[in-house]
Nanobody, 127 residues
Framework: QVQLVESGGGSVQAGGSLRLSCVIS????????VGWFRQAPGREREFVAT????????YYADSVKGRFTISRDNAENTVYLQMNSLKPEDTAVYYC????????????????????WGQGTQVTVSS
């Protein structure tokens, strides 16, 4: 049974930092991808970042490039999202999701491309 469990959300002031964690079980990683998405009230779920497990190659949405960093710990089956210089517009529920094995140069950025999802963790950034 595949499970993704996010943690690390919270409330911070603008300019602050948070690190989200996603612990994944039930998947033997080869060239799967793991992504982070977010959804604000009344808005569509939005791609944030993704990483291909075997290579560590990453891809980011323009809105977070240079501020957020996605990384993985192979031994712990955990993916992290380090979020710096947070802005009020980053406020959302953040979800991690697991993709299927793909070409190492392909980055899935659509929610429909992901097979498994966590329950989400709330991030609130105040001005």
């Amino acid at each position: 049974q595949v499970q993704l469990v996010e943690s690390g959300g919270g409330s911070v002031q603008a300019g602050g930092s948070l690190r989200l964690s996603c612990v994944i079980s039930g998947i033997t990683f080869t060239n799967d991808g793991v992504g982070w998405f977010r959804q604000a009230p009344g808005r569509e779920r939005e791609f944030v970042a993704t990483i291909r497990w075997s290579t560590g190659y990453t891809y980011y949405a323009d809105s977070v490039k240079g501020r957020f960093t996605i990384s993985r710990d192979n031994a712990e089956n955990t993916v992290y999202l380090q979020m710096n210089s947070l802005k009020p517009e980053d406020t959302a529920v953040y979800y991690c999701a697991a993709d299927r094995p793909r070409n190492i140069y392909y980055f899935a950025i659509l929610a429909d491309e992901y097979d498994y999802w966590g329950q989400g963790t709330q991030v609130t950034v105040s001005s």
